[in-house]
């Protein structure tokens, strides 16, 4: 790494990680890092009741035809971010050329074309030279650097499309400083617009890294700066832009950070260009702006850089597991035209990627049953055979690009999780993951499904009918080990009592209380869980003693924490995944010792803040 950037950038913020802050130099566009070429100074933008069979959501971006499928593909950045011996000889970042490109383009044509990966994806730096000083034209917009790409863009996407590939290019969010120019650079095809029109007074910044000026669209200026910017890339033919450092989120909130108006404006200049281009957003975007991200995009990074910024491309713990926490609060958000985009998928390469075999393919498992795009920043010149396996897997391809709603835990977070979706043709998706650091058996019920008696098993990954199964399936899986399963039901549907949280038969304590529910069952819940509060169902009867699969169906904006115990037990806290909001209602199951009669299920807070409880389904039979 060059000591002066990184010295730059760790000063200014000096509160984040060190590999976010690594992550901050792909844009680090500085008053002495980034200058306007002399040329250019001098002439002159459901919330339904839900489960883990919940219908997969349509964005608006479906009307224009693009994202009907999470796409796939090859993304440059994992390799250009790695320290990996002999990526980046010329100095960080120096992967990205033109001759690069072009190799991982033959490569992708000759060897996962045909299993539907059809993106070539240029990232961030095309417009820098090796010491990451960027160049613009004479109109303030990103022009490839000449040793970088010494044939240009257009002669790169034209080599992209005789591949009968997808050509996808970058940019940052807002007016980079070094396009500036003094507020004297002109705004092409806008007269009497400059740089100065187009940003507010005080030039305050925006993006992820604060290395862009932000745009004034109460100007009209603004508006045709971007859409300058998307004319250029429609005529060299690009098909797909990244746009990155978007806010609300990157870690940043507020009003300077506020990018939904950069994205309208990049939806309407895309529009306005007559040329589909798929919009990606990125990165670790604002839930709470679900909505806009839905509306003027075809999707959005839910999360931070999968990369570790270290000597391979990834590593388990940074960041690779932080999506099995994140995922579920968005799973509501996804379908065709806009999907949840939990970022590259570097499996293919063995010892560069930085991951165990089981790693691999529970990397892989989780990125399908989330129909996120499946992109790959691996050298693809250099697949191994066990790479190339998760990689062309047409089964578990199938899972990612089917109709199916994107999955859900349906267990509680912890080192053990089942996740799982309800299929078109009446089948479930369900996945099994160890993420503990030792082996370890995990069990998935078809109660949690809301199925009981026997069904078939199909393993995706193996390519093997496994049988019948009665009730459940339990496999011992290895540290960060996944198993996914195809599962037909062959009973009958779970026969169960459904216990409301408001019912007055229920005891309260603490801060519990009801409260309206439009999307809860009887529309009230049971919330205010939180220092030492409880909820108690009373008069829970069944007929015999056993281990009951009680479905809690429960609201919770974030993932929070609720100690769940029978009768006069003292429980375990149970983490329950996000549900995306304060009024989308989601399920989870939970093991509970039940004796034949009368039993309480008691929800104790504990010091914590707790899940909103909507109801209890309780099997009517062990």
Not at 306 to 319: A, D, F, R
Not at 518 to 535: A, E, I, M, R
């Amino acid at each position: 790494m060059r000591s002066s950037p990184y010295r730059v950038l760790r000063g200014a913020l000096p509160g984040l990680p060190r590999r976010t802050v690594r992550a901050a130099l792909v844009l680090a566009v500085t008053a002495g890092l980034a200058t306007v070429p002399a040329a250019a100074t001098g002439a002159m933008a459901s919330d339904s009741t839900s489960s883990a069979v919940a219908s997969a959501a349509t964005t608006d971006g479906a009307s224009s035809g693009l994202a009907a499928r999470p796409y796939m593909g090859w993304s440059s950045w994992s390799m250009q971010s790695s320290q990996y011996p002999g990526l980046n000889p010329d100095g960080n970042y120096s992967y990205l050329t033109e001759a690069n490109v072009l190799k991982q383009t033959d490569a992708l044509a000759a060897t996962l074309k045909k299993y539907g990966y059809d993106h070539v994806d240029i990232d961030a730096g095309w417009w820098m030279d090796k010491n990451w000083t960027s160049e613009f034209d004479q109109y303030g917009r990103q022009t490839p650097d000449p040793v970088r790409f010494p044939s240009g863009m257009k002669a790169v996407a034209d080599h992209i499309h005789s591949k009968d590939l997808k050509a996808g290019i970058y940019l940052p969010v807002g007016l980079e400083k070094g396009a500036y120019g003094d507020g004297k650079v002109p705004i092409r095809n806008a007269p009497g617009c400059t740089t100065a029109d187009i940003v507010y007074p005080d030039l305050r910044t925006t993006n992820g890294w604060d290395s862009a000026y932000k745009l004034d669209f109460d100007n009209p200026c603004a508006q045709k700066y971007i859409d300058s910017q998307a004319q250029m890339l429609a005529a060299w033919g690009y098909d797909f832009l990244k746009l990155d450092g978007v806010g609300p989120g990157s870690f940043k909130s507020g009003d300077n950070y506020n990018n939904v108006p950069d994205v309208a404006a990049w939806h309407q200049a895309i529009a306005g260009t007559g040329r589909p281009i798929h919009l990606e957003l990125s990165w670790s975007l604002d839930i709470g702006h679900a909505a806009d991200w839905k509306k003027y995009s075809n999707g959005w990074r839910i999360d931070t850089d999968v990369e570790c910024y270290c000597n391979t491309l990834v590593t388990w713990e940074n960041s690779v597991n932080d999506r099995w926490n994140d995922a579920p609060a968005w799973s509501h958000e996804a379908g065709p035209g806009g999907w949840n985009d939990l970022d590259a998928i570097d499996v293919g390469n063995g010892a560069m990627d930085g991951l165990t075999n089981a790693e691999r393919q529970s990397y892989m498992t989780l990125w399908a049953i989330n129909k996120s795009p499946l992109f790959t920043g691996d050298d693809l010149t250099k697949l191994d055979s066990y790479g190339l396996s998760l990689l062309t897997n047409q089964e578990v391809i199938g899972v990612d690009q089917s109709d199916s709603p994107v999955a859900r835990p349906v267990t509680p977070l912890g080192d053990q999780q089942v996740w799982g979706t309800r299929n078109a043709d009446g089948t479930y998706t369900v996945a099994l993951f160890n993420l503990g650091s030792s082996s370890a058996s995990v069990t998935a019920d078809w109660a949690s499904f809301g199925f009981t008696g026997a069904a078939s098993v199909r393993d995706l990954w193996n390519h093997q009918n496994l049988g019948t199964y009665r009730n459940r399936i339990t496999a011992t899986l290895p540290a960060h080990g996944s198993r996914l399963f195809t599962v037909k039901p062959g009973g009958t549907p779970l026969a169960t009592t459904r216990y409301e949280a408001e019912s007055a038969d229920n005891t309260l304590t603490g801060n519990a209380s009801v409260a309206g529910c439009d999307s809860c069952s009887g529309g009230k819940k049971v919330g205010n869980l939180y220092l030492d509060s409880k909820l108690q169902f009373n008069d829970i009867t069944v007929k015999k003693d056993g281990i009951y699969t009680v479905n809690v169906a429960y609201v919770s904006g974030d993932p929070r924490s609720v100690t769940v115990y029978s009768n006069s037990g003292h429980g375990t806290s149970l983490r329950f995944p996000s549900t995306g909001d304060w009024s989308t209602v989601d399920t989870v199951s939970v093991q509970l010792a039940l004796k034949a009669g009368s039993n309480t299920i008691t929800f104790d807070s504990g010091w914590d803040y707790s899940p909103d409880i909507d109801r209890i389904d309780v099997p009517k039979s062990a």
